[in-house]
């Protein structure tokens, strides 16, 4: 909205219309960064003062977060015990917020912008069936891993499958030191060249990291304010490669990495998402009033993934997002050592029970595991300007 009234008052100045010299501050509106600012600081304002009223709806619908019994998590059992009853599905205080913004702040039919979102709400509804299944069954187990997992693909493959078309039939491709490239191609910082070009792959390459982050968030999210803290450190570190990667200047002649002008209007919808989860940090920090629950989680782990993937910057994921990596590798690790050896490698996965179980408090976890997700975040950055 706020770029239409740009265009708008534009298109006035240039007839020469005298309310449009009067009103020339609504240039500002022309400026991805403030656009992009606006959302954030939208997006956190009414996360803050519409959270209670969200927590309180959350209550009255009895959707308190399911906990494992002492038999199936035995000591974990008594750490988090006093958490069940915890509303859950709070992610759509963050999808809300992060839906509203891209329509008023964004450019909502830039294709880039288009498919992260909807990929972020395919995946979001997706958690929200099951949350709701957990909460209707009682228990911590929702919908089955395998219907879930076909969902996630699905969704995946749709939007890897409109971005490889369109991108083509639109004339949308990618530049990277003068050289045109297609989305298929990957990319990472070293290498001031394409990797190499994975054709039609791509597709199921494209659904692989989506899969892939979106079940490491939902596996980070297993503390207070642990995965909406490094949401918000992993989200603004691609609204700066977004940014930078949507300028000529600084993608092709200082950075060499790939270039395309329509991949900086992402830069709104992630900063977006770093008001919302600071905005959802509010109401989630430990002692937690609300859970986003697989809502929210798969609903920012594909919005990230799809976010890296059109700016060409995937491989890089596996630096800026490292703690969901290591979340995620810590349950590979672990139930691979068992089915091999029948030994655990770990007091308890996710990594992040492990040191709970050693002896960590919760909030210690929390603080350190942000502290890392923070510095990723910088390294990531750094990379693009190593060579």
């Known amino acids: 909205m706020l770029y239409w009234i740009y265009e708008y008052w534009l298109e006035a100045f240039k007839a020469g219309d005298q309310w449009a010299d009067t009103m020339s501050f609504l240039r500002l509106l022309g400026y991805v960064t403030v656009r992009a600012g606006v959302a954030c600081m939208f997006t956190f304002l009414v996360s803050v003062a519409f959270g209670p009223w969200v927590i309180r709806k959350l209550v009255s619908l009895k959707v308190g977060q399911p906990i494992r019994s002492a038999e199936e998590v035995h000591k974990l059992n008594e750490l988090h015990g006093g958490k069940a009853g915890t509303p859950t599905m709070g992610g759509v205080l963050i999808l809300g917020t992060v839906l509203m913004a891209v329509l ?14 909807c990929v972020m709400l395919g995946l979001g509804l997706l958690g929200f069936v099951d949350d709701y299944t957990k909460v209707k069954l009682k228990s911590s187990d929702g919908i089955r891993g395998r219907v879930k997992l076909f969902w996630q693909v699905a969704i995946s493959c749709v939007a890897a499958a409109f971005l490889f078309f369109k991108t083509k039939e639109l004339g949308m491709g990618y530049t990277m030191v003068d050289a045109p490239m297609q989305i298929s191609e990957i990319t990472f910082p070293l290498s001031k060249q394409p990797l190499f070009d994975m054709g039609y792959l791509y597709i199921p390459f494209f659904a692989l990291i989506v899969v892939g982050c979106s079940n490491a968030v939902n596996l980070t999210d297993g503390l207070d304010g642990l ?3 490094c949401t918000i450190t992993v989200s603004l570190a691609y609204a700066v490669i977004a940014y930078l990667a949507g300028h000529a200047y600084m993608a092709k002649e200082y950075l060499f990495i790939p270039y395309n002008t329509h991949v900086v209007e ?7 998402l770093v008001g919302a989860g600071f905005g959802f940090l509010w109401h989630n920090c430990h002692p937690a009033k609300v859970f986003m629950g697989d809502t929210g989680s798969l609903a920012i782990g594909g919005g990230l993934a799809t976010a890296a993937i059109c700016a060409k910057q995937e491989l890089l994921l596996v630096v800026i997002g490292w703690v969901f990596v290591m979340e995620a590798l810590s349950v590979i690790l672990q139930v691979g050592s068992f089915k091999l050896t029948g030994k655990r490698i770990f007091a308890m996965s996710p990594i992040h029970h492990h040191f709970e179980l050693r002896g960590w408090h919760e909030s210690q976890v929390i603080i350190r595991f942000w502290i890392i997700s923070a510095f990723s975040g910088l390294v990531g950055i750094a990379l693009l300007k190593i060579v």
């Open 104 to 117: 008023i702040c964004g450019r909502p039919l830039n294709p880039f912008v288009a498919v992260t979102t």
């Open 227 to 229: 995965a909406t803290g």
């Open 266 to 272: 992402l830069s709104v919808f992630l900063l977006a």
